[in-house]
């Protein structure tokens, strides 16, 4: 059985939604201390709907196909919605990575986070803070 399945492959070398958004309402930037990848991520919100999204990855494939992916899951979506995406949702709707993947993953469910407190902090919207407790690397703090 491949490694990687052909979703996998198709976010990774047609990544959807690659860039920066300039006059974004929610920035984040995430990363792995471990592995060093970095993953910035964009929010354009219209009534509390995401209505665009874009990311940078300065990662390996699996960091840039979960991300792929994890802006293909939220657009659209409400703000809420967003925050509720998980890792495992983002994994399954690649259907699968390798399990010495998985954190890639996470990092793909951190930097969606990231940039949702982004915009909760400069549209000075309340938000539970223990929620927001990402992962103890330089990045998140
Ligand atoms: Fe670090 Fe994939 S190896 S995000």
């Known amino acids: 059985m491949a490694l990687y399945s052909d979703k996998v492959m198709d976010h990774f070398q047609n990544p959807r939604n690659v860039g920066k958004i ?3 309402d929610g920035v984040g930037e995430v990363g792995n201390a471990k592995c060093g990848d970095i993953m910035r991520m964009y929010i354009k919100v219209e009534d509390g709907i995401i209505a665009d ?3 940078n990855t300065f990662g390996c494939g699996s960091a840039i196909a979960t991300s792929s992916m994890a802006t293909e899951l939220i657009k659209g979506k409400s703000v809420e919605e967003a925050l509720q995406l998980s ?4 994994v399954e ?7 010495a993947k998985i954190h890639c993953s996470v990092l793909a469910e951190q930097a969606v986070r990231a940039a ?6 400069k549209n000075g919207i309340e938000y539970n803070a223990e929620e927001f407790v990402i992962c103890d690397c330089d990045h998140c703090h």
């Open 116 to 121: 949702v407190k982004d915009y909760y902090d």
């Open 87 to 90: 890792n495992k949702a983002v």
């Open 22 to 24: 300039d006059d974004a």
């Open 53 to 55: 999204c874009k990311f």
């Open 93 to 99: 709707a690649l259907d699968g990575l390798p399990p």
